[in-house]
């Protein structure tokens, strides 16, 4: 049975540093082909990609934060992060994680984020 | 950057009656993926490489098309149906989902 669950600060302030985990079973990250995925969901809005991670360890951003993000993964504790630098109000969303291919297969809950002075 | 466009925004649908949403792509894509999401809950995902239906989603469900036009098409609607539907491509990146359609009952 494959569950993926998120886990974040909750609520942070303008410019510190949002970091997220994904704690899933029932597969690896160091099986070929599998990835796990971050993506969020401002409240009433529609869903963004932000960053996969491979088993290889190959990474992919999306360009309109890439500079902010950085994702990882720790592999024998079944894992991955992603942390966001820098954020605004504009960040303030549920952010999920979720198993790739091309595709994401089995989302996490999800988390929800608050950026708030 | 792949723009996906999703018509309608927002549609209604009778039980029993057969409902498609479009997602025109701005570039050519090889596949297409479809998700459901309905209120407060997580992302589904129902079709995957254009045109196969994930694990456990009833056959009503059906999706099709190539090129820069995609399709998901509900034969019969039922109440469960009523959510959000999104395409999604992963042809080039970034990796782009649609903007969205509502669907409801009436």
């Given at each position: 049975?494959?569950?993926l669950?998120?886990s974040?600060?909750?609520?942070?302030?303008?410019?510190?540093?949002?970091?997220?985990?994904c704690?899933?079973?029932?597969?690896?990250?160091?099986?070929?082909?599998?990835?796990?995925?971050?993506?969020?969901q401002?409240?009433?809005?529609?869903?963004?990609?932000?960053?996969?991670?491979?088993?290889?360890?190959d990474?992919?951003?999306?360009?309109?934060l890439?500079?902010?993000?950085?994702?990882?993964?720790?592999t024998?504790?079944?894992?991955?992060?992603?942390?966001?630098?820098?954020?605004?109000?504009?960040?303030?969303?549920?952010?999920?994680?979720?198993r790739?291919?091309?595709?994401?297969?089995?989302w996490?809950?999800?988390?929800?984020?608050?950026?708030?002075? | 950057?792949?723009?996906?466009?999703?018509?309608?925004?927002?549609?209604?649908?009778?039980?029993?009656?057969?409902?498609?949403?479009?997602?025109?792509a701005?570039?050519?894509?090889?596949?297409?993926?479809?998700y459901q999401?309905?209120?407060?809950?997580?992302?589904?995902?129902?079709?995957?490489?254009?045109?196969?239906?994930?694990s456990?989603?009833?056959?009503?469900?059906?999706?099709?098309?190539?090129?820069?036009s995609?399709?998901?098409?509900?034969?019969t609607?039922?109440?469960?149906?009523?959510?959000t539907?999104?395409?999604?491509?992963?042809?080039?990146?970034p990796?782009?989902f649609?903007?969205?359609?509502?669907?409801?009952?009436?």
């Amino acid at each position: 049975q494959v569950t993926l669950k998120e886990s974040g600060p909750g609520i942070l302030q303008p410019s510190q540093t949002l970091s997220l985990t994904c704690t899933f079973s029932g597969f690896s990250l160091s099986t070929y082909g599998m990835g796990v995925g971050w993506i969020r969901q401002p409240s009433g809005k529609g869903l963004e990609w932000l960053a996969n991670i491979w088993w290889d360890d190959d990474k992919y951003y999306n360009p309109s934060l890439k500079n902010r993000l950085t994702i990882s993964k720790d592999t024998s504790n079944n894992q991955a992060f992603l942390k966001i630098t820098n954020v605004d109000t504009a960040d303030t969303a549920t952010y999920y994680c979720a198993r790739t291919y091309n595709y994401f297969d089995y989302w996490g809950q999800g988390v929800m984020v608050t950026v708030s002075s | 950057e792949i723009v996906l466009t999703q018509s309608p925004t927002t549609t209604a649908a009778s039980p029993g009656e057969k409902v498609t949403i479009t997602c025109l792509a701005s570039s050519s894509v090889s596949n297409m993926y479809w998700y459901q999401q309905k209120s407060g809950a997580s992302p589904k995902l129902l079709i995957y490489s254009t045109s196969s239906l994930a694990s456990g989603v009833p056959d009503r469900f059906s999706g099709s098309g190539s090129g820069t036009s995609y399709s998901l098409t509900i034969n019969t609607m039922e109440a469960e149906d009523a959510a959000t539907y999104y395409c999604q491509q992963w042809s080039s990146n970034p990796l782009t989902f649609g903007s969205g359609t509502k669907l409801e009952i009436k």
